[in-house]
């Protein structure tokens, strides 16, 4: 017979520890009400959005930084993409709950998406941590639910149904954090969405329920095999890339000869630090290729003039072949508001992504390399496909768009309660609707500043003050 006093001991103790931490998300309250949420950074004192984006092109590749202006140029959701510094400098600007998660740091709806796990199923969750690092949980949210603002206002939503959309979606996050707070940490680690839960969510609408399939079969077709078909060729028994200027650069076409070659053994040597950065019984898979080719190739939107590139890695046979990427890693847009540095900024973003995601790119790992012009930069090491996918929110139609909206805010609360206290959390957010209606309020008046800074990148580009590319 089990000795019950021996196993009340550690119950009550549990729920003094849960009192405890539902104190501290009370206490946030008064830190920042949840009707503050609502606040957006005065005009007054602001920096300058172009500005900070000129400033951080300074860091990036001066021949790619017109095609990363022409991309955001395009919509003010797409400048909201490319502008992931201008925004951390507003949340930084205001008041915090701070209450710590791992934040993604760019949460916005088009970095969810589908990749396929190590055990091969193909899963839903975030995407993209290149901004990743430990901040107030409110900031990932009021970013996702600007971009479902914008993105709804993009596909011609009304006002009120926008509202709704956005309203809802910040409720899926809050009663979803509040549910993880209730189950054991292990049950939460555990949570995940496979794509059977994405396509359930989308049958209600039999042509989102199409649209959908037909996304998951298309992430299906993305893997190794179609990289290798879309970007290479066989030249003497060997794959190469192919180029496709300005996407794709062969190491030819932007080094001269003799420094294309260092680079690219270079890289090859550089790659057994990224294989000491992977898992034991992972470093064992790694070893069995060699690098037979390195090309730079333009990745995203925010992403356009960092440093990335695709790494063909070869086995016994010329099909038996993998594509990686090695992406730049820059310190973290939100790392001048939180405080703190990192001493490699490549591992901040794969740890980041392994805490934050269910279950991650058997090859993710990291290394510092010396790019194109010598300097040593950090790096982030992953497969370029892997069955990625995402949906196309142009293509949206409101409840598809609402459906999927809700995904994302479940998806995020899972992230948030795997790296931090979803109790406290959960006892900030409560169990009505406040902080709901403040996040939706957030939205909106976020999405119109957006609107206009985005405005002004046009009124830039067509003055000649800042140089874009467009159509590519």
Not at 236 to 260: H, I, Q, W
Request: aromatic share 6%.
């Amino acid at each position: 017979m089990l000795d019950e006093t021996a196993t009340d001991v550690p119950r009550r103790r549990a729920s003094a520890q849960r009192e405890q931490r539902e104190e501290a998300g009370r206490a946030a309250r008064r830190r920042r009400p949840r009707s503050s949420l609502a606040e957006v950074a005065g005009r007054d004192g602001r920096p300058d959005p172009l500005d900070l984006l000129e400033a951080q092109a300074t860091t990036r590749l001066p021949d790619l930084v017109p095609l990363r202006y022409g991309r955001m140029a395009e919509s003010a959701f797409a400048f909201y993409r490319g502008s992931a510094v201008v925004m951390a400098a507003d949340l930084g600007a205001a008041g915090s709950t701070g209450l710590t998660v791992q934040l993604c740091g760019d949460a916005h709806v088009a970095n969810f998406g589908t990749y396929g796990s190590p055990e091969r199923r193909l899963v839903f969750d975030l995407n993209d941590f290149d901004e990743t690092h430990p901040g107030p949980f409110e900031w990932d949210v009021q970013r996702l639910l600007a971009s479902l603002e914008l993105a709804a206002r993009a596909v011609d939503v009304g006002r009120r149904r926008r509202r709704t959309l956005v309203r809802d979606a910040a409720r899926a996050y809050r009663e979803a954090v509040r549910g993880f707070a209730q189950q054991p940490a292990l049950a939460v680690w555990y949570a995940r969405a496979d794509v059977e839960d994405v396509v359930a969510l989308a049958a209600a609408d039999t042509r989102t329920a199409r649209r959908t399939q037909q996304a998951v079969e298309k992430a299906r077709r993305r893997d190794h095999l179609q990289a290798l078909a879309r970007l290479t060729t066989v030249v003497d028994g060997e794959r190469r890339f192919v180029p496709d200027p300005p996407l794709v650069a062969t190491l030819e076409d932007v080094l001269p000869a003799s420094r294309a070659a260092t680079f690219r053994h270079g890289m090859a040597d550089l790659l057994v630090d990224y294989r000491a950065s992977l898992a034991p019984d992972r470093r064992r898979l790694a070893e069995r290729y060699r690098v037979v080719d390195v090309a730079r190739k333009v990745v995203g939107v925010g992403s356009v003039g960092t440093r990335a590139f695709v790494v063909l890695l070869q086995g016994v046979d010329a099909d038996d072949a993998l594509v990686l990427q090695a992406k730049e890693a820059q310190p973290s847009v939100l790392a001048a508001h939180v405080g703190g540095r990192h001493e490699h900024d490549g591992r901040r973003v794969v740890e980041g992504q392994r805490l934050m995601q269910a279950v991650s790119d058997v090859m993710l790992g990291w290394q510092r390399s010396a790019g194109l012009d010598g300097v040593a930069r950090d790096y982030y090491v992953r497969q370029l496909r892997d069955w990625k996918g995402g949906v196309d929110l142009a293509a949206a139609r409101p409840e598809g768009l609402a459906a999927y909206a809700r995904l994302c805010a479940w998806t995020l609360a899972r992230a948030h309660a795997r790296s931090g206290d979803a109790i406290a959390v959960g006892a900030y957010l409560g169990a009505g609707t406040v902080a709901d209606e403040a996040l939706a309020d957030f939205a909106a008046a976020y999405a119109d500043v957006t609107e206009a800074d985005h405005g002004a990148l046009v009124t830039a580009v067509d003055d000649g003050r800042l140089p874009a590319t467009t159509g590519v």
